[in-house]
């Protein structure tokens, strides 16, 4: 079946540092994949997408490229904030119908100043 | 603009007494929706989805029902919860395309 794998965390940086967080997925066909962001006590918000390998989403300076031959969807920040603590969440679409996400466990990162 | 309403934002049950959470969607018509649980530690897990009024499908069986009475609400149920039903619950929509947008999330602590 579908699955997405993603780093264990927390993940803890400082101010400034390079963020990557690993996703890694197992699906049949050609999935849509995902990050998404939950900020503390709140629901999830889509923070980049690619439908097709090869494709780079970015979005507020983060930034995954879909890489097929890897099953690879890892996000990246070339300096990060303290307002990025937050859990992410890599997540894939099956694009077979009926549209179901598969999401990763979570990764929690802290960022201190 | 569509916007997503659950509550009650936060909610405490002893165990063994009823649930029912509600979720509604607005400025979209016929949307799929969803409820997903986030367990302290772990993942999202699908629960439930629908595609249309009174139509549900279970992901994962459990003490846990679902219903939409009508095309933008969406209701999580149970007659009888136990500790184990503990966690963030989250209402999702999409009107058929890729991305899906998520509510606030209530959070339920059964002691």
């Known amino acids: 079946g579908n699955s997405v794998t993603q780093m264990e965390g927390p993940v803890t940086l400082s101010e400034e540092a390079f963020l990557t967080i690993n996703c890694t997925y197992t699906?049949?066909?050609?999935?849509?994949l995902f990050w998404y962001v939950q900020y503390p006590g709140e629901g999830l918000q889509l923070l980049l997408k690619a439908t097709k390998a090869d494709d780079k989403g970015s979005n507020k300076g983060f930034e995954a490229t879909y890489r097929k031959e890897t099953t690879s969807f890892h996000l990246e920040k070339g300096s990060v904030q303290v307002s990025d603590s937050a859990v992410y969440f890599c997540a894939l679409s099956a694009n077979t119908g009926f549209q179901k996400l598969v999401f990763g466990t979570g990764t929690r990162l802290l960022v201190s100043p | 603009s569509q916007t997503i309403h659950q509550w009650p934002a936060t909610l405490v049950q002893p165990v063994g007494s009823p649930l029912s959470l509600e979720c509604t969607v607005e400025g979209t018509s016929n949307p799929n929706l969803y409820w997903y649980r986030q367990a302290a530690g772990r993942g999202l897990q699908l629960l439930f989805y629908s595609v249309g009024i009174g139509q549900i499908s279970s992901e994962v069986p459990q003490n846990l029902s679902a219903s939409r009475p009508q095309d933008r609400q969406f209701i999580l149920s149970s007659k009888k919860l136990l500790l184990s039903d503990s966690g963030f619950y989250l209402c999702?929509?999409?009107?058929?395309?890729?991305?899906?947008?998520f509510g606030p999330g209530t959070r339920l602590t059964v002691l």
């Open positions: 699906a049949t066909g050609y999935p849509s």
């Open positions: 999702a929509w999409t009107s058929g395309g890729d991305e899906q947008f």
